[in-house]
């Protein structure tokens, strides 16, 4: 258990259907992120949120929509989703975003999402 | 265009002797570099960090070397335990953006 916990583990989705990647972590920590890795990619950074709001957005299609409703939990909402998307989404906290270098991040163990 | 680079995809190394995996960046403003390890099904775990301002970093068995001049740096394990078998991300920071690597494979022979 790494405090970082993400649900579901696995999902399938048709290009049409409308579904959620919730993350929660119990850390006391300021910052989430959400991170894409795809095959044989870098880790990509989709979104930050350093005090539930919203601090970076690295221009992520639409179809991807965060929500931070609090500084425990964060989601991820997706809707008619390409193939293409098909990757491991994780999630990620922190301290504060600018001293997260000095003690890195503590990532949760990811979704792994099929795009049919 | 990748801004950090880990050139070779695996390594395969005996137990007891060394690891050393390479990191390359291009972007000479980055002023923290860390490592994370990654098992499989699980999320990767920070293992330790190298300020731009220092040139090595010792944590136990791992040790972070940085050269700035040639916008390189290396991670060295050991010895190395087959617990260390997992693929190991560079990253490296400016402020509050990040950029990983794509990774090394390490598998520890017993």
């Known amino acids: 258990e790494t405090g970082v916990t993400q649900t579901p583990r696995h999902l399938v989705m048709g290009m049409t259907n409308k579904k959620s990647l919730k993350c929660e972590q119990h850390?006391?920590?300021?910052?989430m992120y959400w991170y894409k890795q795809s095959a044989k990619k870098p880790l990509e950074l989709m979104f930050v949120y350093s005090l539930e709001e919203r601090v970076e957005n690295n221009s992520v299609p639409s179809r991807f929509s965060p929500e931070c409703p609090n500084s425990s939990h964060l989601f991820l909402h997706l809707h008619t989703l390409q193939p293409e998307d098909s990757a491991l989404y994780l999630c990620?906290?922190?301290?504060?975003?600018?001293?997260?270098?000095?003690?890195?991040?503590?990532f949760g163990s990811g979704t792994r999402l099929t795009v049919v | 265009d990748q801004q950090v680079k880990q050139n070779s995809p695996s390594l395969s190394v005996q137990e007891g002797r060394i690891s050393i995996l390479n990191c390359d960046y291009t972007?000479?403003?980055?002023?923290?570099f860390l490592w994370y390890k990654k098992y499989p099904a699980e999320g990767p775990t920070f293992l330790i960090s190298?300020?731009?301002?220092?040139d090595k970093n010792e944590d136990g068995r791992f040790t972070v070397f940085l050269n700035k001049s040639a916008k390189h740096l290396s991670l060295h394990i050991v010895p190395s335990q087959p617990g260390d078998s997992a693929v190991y991300f560079c990253?490296?920071?400016?402020?509050?953006?990040?950029?990983f690597g794509p990774g090394t494979r390490l598998s520890v022979l017993p």
């Open positions: 990253a490296a920071s400016k402020g509050q953006n990040f950029v």
């Open positions: 190298i300020s731009s301002i220092k």
């Open positions: 972007n000479s403003m980055f002023d923290y």
């Open positions: 990620a906290s922190s301290q504060e975003p600018a001293i997260a270098a000095n003690y890195g991040y503590t």
């Open positions: 850390l006391g920590h300021n910052a």
